[in-house]
T-cell receptor, first 114, second 117 residues
C-alpha cells in the first residue's frame, strides 16, 4: 500500500537556523508531491508542489523542496527560519494512476524560538 | 482556488449522540473529501462525496457510522453517529477543484475539533 513517512515529528529551532524536513513515500508509479502547512489556528494551506520538470521546486515564504526519484524523497528546506514559520508541516502524495487519492504523512510540528 | 467554511469549529459531545458537520465551498466543485486527523496521526480519508451519488467510503469507514450528504455542488455534511471517545478527532473537509483534469491541489476547511466525553 502507498504510504508517506515523515521522519521528524517535532523539531525545535532557533531563528535563522536552517531547516530540512524529511519525506519519503512508497509508490512505484508517477506521483504528484505536496507540502502543506498549518499555522496555529488556521487551515491547511499549500506550501509547494511538484508535478514534473525541475525537481527543485520553490514555494511560498522562502521554502523549497527537492524531488529525488531514486530515493523516493521530497524533503522540505528553508535556509533561515523565522519565528512565524512555527507550524505543522505535512507531506502528501497523490498517485496519478487509477483512483486519485491524497496520502498524507503524519506531520512535523516545527517550533521556532525567537 | 476555493474557500471552505466548516461548522462547527469545535464541539464537546456526549457519547451515544451524533454530530453533523457542515462544509460550504465558495465555488462549485465535483468532489468533496472528508478526512479525520486523530491526535498525533496523519490525515486519513474517510470518504469522497460526489454530488448526486452515494459517497465512496475508505476501508475502515462505513456509511452507518459516518453518513454523508451532498445535496449540491457547494455543500456537504458529515455526521458522526453514536459517538464514542474514540471518535474524538479533528474532522476536515477538502475540495480539489481540478480533480480529474490533472490539477490536484487540494483546499481545506479549518476543521472541526470533536471531543466525545
Amino acid at each position: 500500500a502507498q504510504s508517506v513517512s515523515q521522519h521528524n515529528h517535532h523539531v525545535i529551532l532557533s531563528e535563522a537556523a536552517s531547516l530540512e524536513l524529511g519525506c519519503n513515500y512508497s509508490y512505484g508509479g508517477t506521483v504528484n508531491l505536496f507540502w502543506y502547512v498549518q499555522y496555529p489556528g488556521q487551515h491547511l494551506q499549500l506550501l509547494l508542489k511538484y508535478f514534473s520538470g525541475d525537481p527543485l521546486v520553490k514555494g511560498i515564504k522562502g521554502f523549497e523542496a527537492e524531488f529525488i526519484k531514486s530515493k523516493f524523497s521530497f524533503n522540505l528546506r528553508k535556509p533561515s527560519v523565522q519565528w512565524s514559520d512555527t507550524a505543522e508541516y505535512f507531506c502528501a502524495v497523490v498517485t496519478t494512476s487509477g483512483t486519485y487519492k491524497y496520502i498524507f504523512g503524519t506531520g512535523t510540528r516545527l517550533k521556532v524560538l525567537a | 482556488s476555493a474557500v471552505i467554511s466548516q461548522k462547527p469549529s469545535r464541539d464537546i459531545c456526549q457519547r451515544g449522540t451524533s454530530l453533523t458537520i457542515q462544509c460550504q465551498v465558495d465555488s462549485q466543485v465535483t468532489m468533496m473529501f472528508w478526512y479525520r486527523q486523530q491526535p498525533g496521526q496523519s490525515l486519513t480519508l474517510i470518504a469522497t462525496a460526489n454530488q448526486g451519488s452515494e459517497a465512496t467510503y475508505e476501508s475502515g469507514f462505513v456509511i452507518d457510522k459516518f453518513p454523508i450528504s451532498r445535496p449540491n455542488l457547494t455543500f456537504s455534511t458529515l455526521t458522526v453517529s453514536n459517538m464514542s471517545p474514540e471518535d474524538s478527532s479533528i474532522y476536515l473537509c477538502s475540495v480539489a477543484p481540478g480533480w480529474g483534469q490533472g490539477a490536484v491541489e487540494a483546499f481545506f476547511g479549518q476543521g472541526t475539533r470533536l471531543t466525545v466525553v
